[in-house]
C-alpha cells in the first residue's frame, strides 16, 4: 500500500521544516548560542515559527496518511494537504514578518491548519464507520 497524496504533502511539509530550521540554525551561528535565545526578539521568533510547524505537522500527516490507507477519496486527502500547506506557509510568514505579533496572515494561518486537521479527522472517522458498519 502506499499514501502518494500524503507523501507530497510530507515532502512539502519538510521542505518548509527544514527552510525554518535553517533560519534558527543561522541565528544560533550568529550569537554563537547552543541553547535558548540570546533574549534576542527575531531568534524567539524563529524557534517559535519552527517549532509551532513541528507541532502541527505530525498529526495532520497522520491523519492524512491513515485517511488515504482507510480509503478516503483521495481529492478530499489532496484538499486537505493544499488547506494545510497553505495555512502553514501564512502562518510562518505573518509570524516572521509580525515578529510573533498580530498578523492576518498568521490568523488566517492558524484557522486553515485547525481546519485541515478538524476535517481530516472528521473524514477518516466517517470513512472508518463507512466501512467498518
Do not use: C
Amino acid at each position: 500500500m502506499i499514501v502518494p497524496v500524503t507523501a507530497v504533502f510530507a515532502a512539502f511539509t519538510a521542505i518548509l521544516m527544514l527552510f525554518l530550521a535553517w533560519r534558527v540554525t543561522t541565528f544560533r551561528r550568529r550569537y554563537q548560542v547552543g541553547l535558548g535565545d540570546n533574549g534576542e526578539k527575531a531568534f524567539q521568533v524563529a524557534i517559535r515559527a519552527h517549532a509551532n510547524l513541528v507541532e502541527y505537522a505530525p498529526i495532520t500527516l497522520i491523519l492524512m496518511g491513515l485517511g488515504e490507507l482507510n480509503g478516503v477519496y483521495v481529492h478530499y486527502v489532496y484538499a486537505v494537504g493544499m488547506l494545510f500547506i497553505v495555512g502553514r506557509l501564512l502562518h510562518a510568514w505573518g509570524f516572521i514578518r509580525s515578529q510573533g505579533g498580530y498578523a492576518i496572515s498568521r490568523m488566517i494561518g492558524t484557522l486553515f491548519t485547525w481546519l485541515s486537521i478538524l476535517v481530516m479527522a472528521l473524514l477518516t472517522f466517517a470513512n472508518v464507520v463507512r466501512v467498518t458498519l
